[in-house]
């Protein structure tokens, strides 16, 4: 992550390497070759819950957070103004909220939808970038975790607050159809009742995964690698504690699917230093850490040009599902064009860290 500033801070191939699995990952779950035949890993819970899949967008976000503890933080510890840094973050968080505009807008240009959507992934990281940035370099450690509490607890009060959580009926819901109604990801003519994965209200929780991987990014900066496990192990009891009273939900993103989803990244950051930092295990995803705009940029707008122009289904028909459903099913086709598509994009960022391309907004 560069804010400008004339320190230069320390880089840890394991964070790349996390990051770039996260968005393989992320790749792979948002485009298989038919949406009516993906395997139940590959899926968001319906509603309550958390399957393999809820884990990659809180992932990223944690990332984000160390990535700011790593980036941010030595810059102005080393005498960076801070005044300077945080004009940076803000220059890098708009640029990210803007590219994720953009982005819609392409959608909603070449796939026809009926309307634009605000919200968004790279908007809720842009949010969260600049918050998170301005936490790293306006408040001392101490206040960072009072910040994480507060988030926690104030969420999960708002939530209760609300009265529900069912969908539709959540405060979450009943926020963001007050903002933006007819815009949202999912909005019903009939009742005027709407509701966004990505919504505002739902960005507090959001927010408090991007603040515990900065205090994690902290731990991992220091050498603290006891901590950091042991941070993991506390948060995934907590959340299993709280699970009974506040489900795991990511469309909510409730303080107990914060610190289920945090105390496995967590403990994978350990893990991913202690294999490949200290033992020198091949930093396995770097390409696609170092060129993460890039490839998440490059292959939404490569899916609203192929589905745009008519290509996506025939591609799928020609190359997978035409000779391998009548001999595996519909679902190995499926899978087998998503794992192509991560293929292809692997080869570009490959490509582009060979060339010494790295994509940076």
């Not at 139940?40 to 700011?68: N, R």
């Not at 709280?242 to 409730?254: D, G, M, R, V």
């Not at 293929?343 to 010494?356: E, I, S």
């Amino acid at each position: 992550m560069s804010v400008a500033a004339t320190a230069k801070a320390p880089r840890f191939a394991s964070v790349d390497a996390l990051r770039g699995l996260t968005v393989a990952a992320m790749l792979l779950v948002n485009n298989p070759g038919d949406w009516g035949h993906v395997y139940a890993p590959m899926l968001h819970a319906e509603w309550h819950g958390c399957t393999p899949t809820d884990f990659i967008f809180p992932f990223f976000l944690f990332i984000v957070g160390v990535s700011i503890a790593l980036g941010v933080v030595p810059r102005a510890e080393a005498g960076a103004g801070r005044g300077a840094l945080m004009r940076a973050v803000v220059v890098r968080a708009l640029r990210i909220t803007g590219l994720g505009l953009l982005l819609h807008v392409l959608a909603w240009w070449w796939l026809d939808t009926e309307y634009f959507r605000p919200w968004g992934v790279l908007q809720r990281i842009g949010v969260c970038f600049l918050l998170a940035g301005a936490a790293a370099l306006w408040l001392k450690p101490r206040a960072q975790w009072v910040l994480l509490v507060a988030l926690l607890l104030g969420w999960w009060a708002l939530l209760a607050w609300g009265g529900s959580l069912a969908p539709w009926d959540n405060l979450a819901a009943r926020v963001d159809t007050a903002l933006l109604g007819p815009w949202l990801y999912q909005f019903d003519p009939a009742t005027g009742r709407g509701q966004d994965p990505e919504g505002l209200a739902s960005t507090l929780g959001a927010l408090a995964t991007t603040v515990l991987g900065l205090r994690a990014g902290d731990w991992l900066r220091h050498g603290r690698l006891r901590a950091l496990c042991t941070g993991g192990v506390v948060a995934l009891l907590l959340a299993l504690s709280w699970a009974p009273l506040l489900p795991w939900n990511k469309a909510l993103w409730t303080s107990s699917y914060v610190l289920w989803t945090g105390g496995w990244a967590m403990l994978a950051l350990a893990a991913a230093h202690v294999l490949i930092d200290r033992r020198g295990w091949p930093a396995l995803g770097r390409s696609f850490g170092v060129n993460a705009i890039a490839a998440y940029a490059g292959s939404a707008v490569m899916v609203y040009a192929f589905a745009g122009l008519g290509w996506w289904g025939a591609i799928y028909q020609a190359g997978f599902a035409g000779w391998m459903t009548p001999r595996f099913g519909p679902y190995l086709p499926s899978l087998a064009f998503a794992l192509a598509f991560v293929g292809f994009w692997w080869g570009v960022v490959r490509w582009m860290d060979r060339c010494g391309w790295h994509l940076k907004i």
